[in-house]
């Protein structure tokens, strides 16, 4: 076994492509070498921003021997009586690429058939890794790739060089305009020359000496270590945000933290614009204190040791002292209006062309929120109206034109400032929630409502003008919208019906669909019904539990899931396997049937379909009970308490007789069990 080391080194990839670069690139290495029958372990990947690193610390030194054998025709039909290859041996021999004189007659439980046995030597590991790491490279993919020069390839970014080691020795090919050799380059500004490598151990100290960390983890933890350093000295700490973080450990090759400081005076603003922007502009962590007030500090990561700290450090505050400035200006100038008198604004702010104005909008939207609050909770339609109304007035903003990741948050700012009820603001805030997948919801029950009216007013209007989602667009986030409006209607338990919040959102949009109505909610429902499957997926529901509920019912989302989770129980009841068999066999049955009446008690004549009939009539009453009470779990316990007669019906009754009269009954008693169970879920639909 010996080490393959690959080094890919590139202009600056940006720092977000980064990690799934670096998972990518595992993945294709290990299964390129699994299918070439090579022999691998101890994959591990690097990288920063000018390197993707792999290495494989044991990798066998050939290919594994290869041997096929494949089954062919009879012997009496590959032979004729004097023992010469028939057409059939010929063209079997012709098709499997070896000489019809090396097939071999073979003994099987039907008896004596001719095989093809295929045989291939194992080949040098370092004669396949020729061919193969220039495949693998050129398939990473990346969310955008370049072309450069003259060279028909494209990447992420131009390649510059290629380390590719096993065993110590060069592994000879080319990819573009570039030769793989056995030499690496540290920093492009502290030590930019060629240093000769001998293994991954020489390696690490090769570019360690030249200024490059090629470690994430160590990167990281150095960034840490010098930024809580810097932060105390400050006398604060700082204010750490691990995406911040790792983006900023795949800026840097070499990184040093270094802590500027700004003038007292800006910490006035809103803490949220402060902190914005320092991270989002500028890539700078904030410093608190022990009561996590802001600090007039930050701290910022250098790919390189400054010759001077305070140069840097001094470029570093003019930078920020200039947002900060634009940020003071637009908050000073956006409080001389107040956040009630911009909503007019928003008539000029064109939401989508065929949808019109965000003022349209906010109008649809805070009709629909006012309804849901009638259903919800009555008492706080005041509040949810005003909240709808101001949400979007923070659109038209100075400062979320300069800054607009902190639409909302500004709002919510400006409506405290305005004298808005607490409830109100914050609503403004988190009627954006939750923004992206795993994020927070709403902490009240307004900014629910606000919420689920908004994002619902997109999906439909979205839908009605022909901008659903496809397989690569989703301009308007339906799904991550759809699939907020399910967390906060779950994990919120609202009692509410889906389809009737459609056709009101959808009757809301009347003038602005240009798709038959009926359509246009069947397909927003159908969308709902597929974003609630994949979430219950995600969370590790078995697929058939969620499409035997699903299927039936879903519009009451809470009741729906209530009815999963029975469900996904109650198989555990030693019974409910024979209920489910029963209720299988009486779907197939009633497939196609006519439409059943009442049963006829005169009708019934077999011991078997009176004792199911009369089973029906106990379990009946006591199940509607309990369903009424939605006690799904116990009504499905008392279902398995059926098992015993429906097993019997099967066994002794001949449902499809010739009789038309008696037929009919029994199918109508059968419906009458289906329809008992179909109450919870379709049960024909459980694996």
């Known amino acids: 076994m010996k080490e393959l080391l690959l080094e890919i080194g590139t202009e600056e990839i940006p720092a977000a492509f980064i990690p799934q670069a670096l998972n990518d690139l595992e993945n294709l290495l290990r299964k390129e070498l699994e299918t070439s029958r090579i022999d691998v372990k101890d994959i591990k990947t690097l990288g920063t921003p000018r390197r993707l690193v792999f290495l494989a610390g044991s990798v066998s030194e050939r290919q594994r021997d290869w041997e096929e054998q494949k089954t062919g025709p009879a012997r009496q039909a590959a032979f004729d009586k004097d023992g010469n290859p028939t057409k059939a041996a010929l063209g079997f021999a012709k098709s499997q690429s070896v000489p019809v004189e090396s097939l071999k007659v073979i003994q099987t439980e039907k008896g004596e058939y001719i095989c093809a046995v295929k045989k291939e030597t194992g080949k040098p590991t370092i004669e396949i890794l020729s061919s193969l790491l220039a495949r693998v490279i050129l398939s990473v993919p990346f969310r955008k790739s370049m072309r450069w020069a003259e060279v028909p390839i494209r990447f992420a970014r131009p390649i510059h060089w290629v380390l590719a080691l096993f065993g110590g020795e060069r592994i000879p090919f080319e990819i573009g305009n570039v030769t793989s050799g056995n030499v690496t380059y540290g920093h492009r500004f502290m030590h930019p020359g060629p240093s000769p490598v001998r293994d991954f151990r020489d390696y690490l100290e090769k570019t360690k000496n030249a200024f490059v960390l090629v470690d994430p983890e160590e990167r990281k933890k150095k960034i840490r270590e010098e930024m809580e350093r810097e932060a105390a000295s400050a006398s604060g700490r700082v204010l750490m ?78 930078v920020l002292r200039a947002r900060l400035s634009d940020a003071a200006y637009f908050f000073q100038e956006d409080l001389k209006v107040p ?49 709808a109304f101001l949400c979007k007035a923070d659109l038209v903003t100075g400062m979320v034109g300069e800054f607009p990741k902190l639409q909302g948050i500004v709002g919510r700012e400006y409506a405290r400032l305005s004298g808005e009820k607490a409830e109100v603001a914050e609503a403004i805030y988190e009627h954006y929630l939750p923004a992206f997948a795993g994020d927070r919801l709403p902490g009240s029950s307004v900014g629910d409502i606000v919420s689920v009216a908004d994002k619902l007013n997109t999906i ?90 699903v299927s039936t019912s879903f519009d009451d989302l809470v009741d729906a899931q209530h009815r999963i989770d029975a469900l996904r129980e109650a198989r555990k009841l030693p019974d409910f396997e024979s209920i489910v068999i029963g209720s299988k066999r009486a779907m197939n049955i009633l497939k196609g049937a006519p439409a059943r009446n009442e049963v006829d008690l005169l009708l019934l004549s077999e011991a078997a379909e009176k004792n199911l009939y009369q089973a029906y009539l106990k379990a009946k009453e006591e199940i509607d009970r309990l369903l009424d009470q939605k006690a799904y779990a116990s009504a499905l316990l008392e279902m398995t308490r059926t098992r015993k007669p429906i097993d019997e019906f099967f066994d002794g009754v001949m449902v499809m007789v010739q009789d038309e009269a008696i037929r009919n009954n029994r199918l109508a008693l059968l419906d009458k069990i289906g329809s008992l169970f179909l109450r919870i879920g379709d049960f024909s639909k459980l694996a």
Request: charged share 30%.
């Open 241 to 318: 945000d691990d995406e911040l973080l790792d983006e900023v450990n795949f800026l840097v090759e070499y990184p040093v933290a270094l802590c500027g400081g700004f003038e007292s005076k800006y910490l006035s603003l809103p803490r949220e614009v402060l902190v914005h922007s320092m991270k989002e502009h500028q890539r700078y962590f904030p410093v608190v204190d022990g009561k996590e007030q802001l600090l007039p500090h930050f701290i910022f990561v250098s790919n390189s040791v400054p010759a001077d700290n305070q140069v840097v450090i001094k470029g570093n505050e003019r």
């Open 460 to 549: 439909v209007g979205c839908f009605g003008v022909g901008l659903a989602p496809t397989g690569t667009a989703d301009p308007f986030g339906v799904r991550r919208q759809t699939l907020g409006i399910i967390r906060i209607i779950l994990e919120k338990s609202y009692r509410i019906s889906l389809s009737q919040l459609i056709e009101q959102s959808h009757n809301l949009l009347k003038e602005k669909v240009e798709r038959p109505s009926k359509e246009v909610q069947q397909e927003v429902l159908d969308f709902f019904r597929i974003r609630y499957q994949y979430f219950l997926l995600d969370k590790g529901y078995a697929p058939d539990v969620i499409d035997a509920v």
């Open 339 to 387: 956040l009630e008198k911009r909503v007019d604004q928003l008539k000029q702010v064109v939401f989508q062309a065929k949808l019109g104005t965000s003022y349209e909008k906010m109008s649809r939207f805070r009709k629909l929120a006012s309804g849901i609050a009638e259903r919800i909770d009555p008492a706080l339609k005041g509040t949810v109206e005003r909240a």
